[in-house]
């Protein structure tokens, strides 16, 4: 069976992560944009972060430039605007695709484990994954849905 454990992806400062280290934590996957309507919800994404992240949550947000170009060109430049505008502290990754041909093989795994309103594809920025402590994916939210929306299931699996 397929779990977080089986990919692999480059951080935001370059490195090579294996995703499996994260086993044993409860995960929220997320796709972000610098430029979206929805990126004031990077202070939320944050607040839990900072809320949780010591009972065992930790988020993974992976930018991506796939609707309407509202990611920054580069890694450096995302980086900098999230901890500049929002304090992001949880890890982020390098700009990825969430949907197509040359799609994360993450993003693959993750639309095949949870269908959302249009099927598999990832409709926008935002859309949120959550993971249980054994890197199963338990449920999938619209990009629509605040963090705070999302903490009861958070915590009931932490």
């Known amino acids: 069976m397929t779990t977080l ?54 988020i993974l947000g992976f930018p991506s430039d796939q609707f309407h170009h509202q990611e920054f060109d580069s890694d450096a430049e995302t980086a900098e605007f999230c901890q500049l505008n929002y304090g992001v502290s949880f890890p982020m990754f390098s700009k990825i695709d969430v949907n197509g041909e040359n799609s994360h093989p993450l993003y693959e795994w993750l639309r095949s484990e949870q269908s959302g309103p249009d099927g598999d594809a990832i409709s926008w920025n935002f859309t949120k994954f959550l993971l249980n402590r054994h890197g199963e994916v338990v449920g999938r939210y619209a990009p629509k849905t605040e963090p705070a929306e999302i903490e009861a299931d958070i915590r009931a699996l932490l």
């Not at 796709?31 to 900072?50: H, I, M, R, V, W």
Request: hydrophobic share 35%; glycine share 12%.
């Open 5 to 58: 454990q089986d990919f692999t992806a480059r951080t935001i400062t370059g490195k090579e992560q294996a995703l499996g280290d994260y086993l044993g934590k409860v995960v929220l996957v997320v796709n972000t944009a610098s430029k979206c309507g929805f990126t004031p919800q990077f202070a939320g994404l944050e607040k839990l972060y900072d809320d949780l992240s010591g009972q065992g949550l930790v």
